[in-house]
């Protein structure tokens, strides 16, 4: 992390498609030098299909042991989609990620679950939400075949998997396929959007199949936290994970999503900023040694 924090500092909460290469390019080499360390430890399942579409994947990272303790159905279990600005993003982005998260979280004890979902152009709101929540049954109904305990999944969403595992929630789409989770982690999540960036609106107008602005904000995860029932809203506890240098739109968003969660569900919303970071430098330094977010997301599995 020390080596690439001046490039961090150097674009600040800038946020493009070059930054982000900028980032792969930084912190896969760090990856392939731990990865020898891991291979020989975790079990790797690629492809899994959780339903008709070919986006529906999944890949399993899950330890290699003979410990008791991690008999079939034993372990906790974080299932992670990942970002991508509602357009782009995999399973894989390349040989060292995302699967440092599977590998880290697998290494510790875990069973992880890396889940992909159907993209704008063809995806049209809500099916990144709807695929959120078959993943999350697939997870309930086969995790245990994998040594996971269902009754002990975190679900976590970085960035536009964050929003369509907030909307997935609060359109009351977990709770009708029974697939909530113990708890939810939004990863600098676009809560809502600043539809004043032409990239932003262009894709959302085109996920919504709209022209309206406004009808695109009425199905924010903000929006939707407003509208939405009490019983959806309280049926899964939230925290946030916030970029210290997150763009203004992500922390504007996540501030309006706690001061409304607060004002419905009358509890504080735990939140945790994690310093010296962008928008994505949290999720590809998970694994690596001086990272905090995976140790934070552990903690909250084996809590």
């Known amino acids: 992390m020390q080596a690439i924090r001046p490039l961090i500092e150097q674009h600040g909460s800038v946020w493009s498609l070059g930054v982000n290469q900028v980032m792969i390019d930084a912190y896969s080499p760090l990856h392939a030098q731990e990865r020898p360390k891991l291979v020989d430890s975790v079990k790797v399942t690629r492809n899994i299909s959780y339903g008709d579409d070919s986006r529906n994947r999944l890949d399993v990272y899950e330890p290699l042991t003979t410990d008791q303790s991690s008999a079939a159905g034993a372990l906790p279990v974080v299932v992670f989609f990942h970002g991508g600005g509602f357009i782009g993003g995999d399973n894989d982005i390349n040989d060292a990620l995302h699967s440092n998260i599977g590998y880290y979280f697998a290494s510790n004890g875990c069973v992880c679950v890396l889940a992909t979902y159907r993209l704008v152009p063809s995806a049209q709101y809500p099916n990144g939400a709807e695929d959120v929540a078959q993943a999350l049954l697939w997870v309930k109904h086969n995790i245990a075949s994998h040594r996971g305990n269902p009754s002990a999944v975190v679900a976590v969403g970085q960035s536009s998997g964050g929003a369509h595992l907030a909307m997935s929630l609060l359109l009351g789409l977990l709770r009708k396929v029974d697939a909530q989770p113990k708890e939810i982690i939004l990863l600098s999540a676009p809560l809502s959007y600043d539809l004043r960036q032409e990239r932003r609106k262009a894709t959302m107008l085109q996920y919504h199949r709209t022209d309206s602005p406004e009808q695109v904000m ?86």
């Open 218 to 303: 009425s199905h924010t995860a903000v929006a939707l936290l407003q509208s939405g029932t009490l019983d959806d809203i309280r049926s899964v506890p939230i925290t946030l994970f916030v970029a210290e240098l997150d763009p203004p739109e992500i922390k504007n968003a996540n501030d309006l999503f706690q001061s409304e969660y607060e004002r419905r569900r009358g509890e504080k919303l735990d939140v945790f900023i994690m310093e010296g970071h962008n928008h994505i430098s949290n999720t590809y330094a998970i694994g690596l040694p001086d990272d905090e977010t995976g140790p934070r997301i552990l903690s909250v599995l084996k809590g």
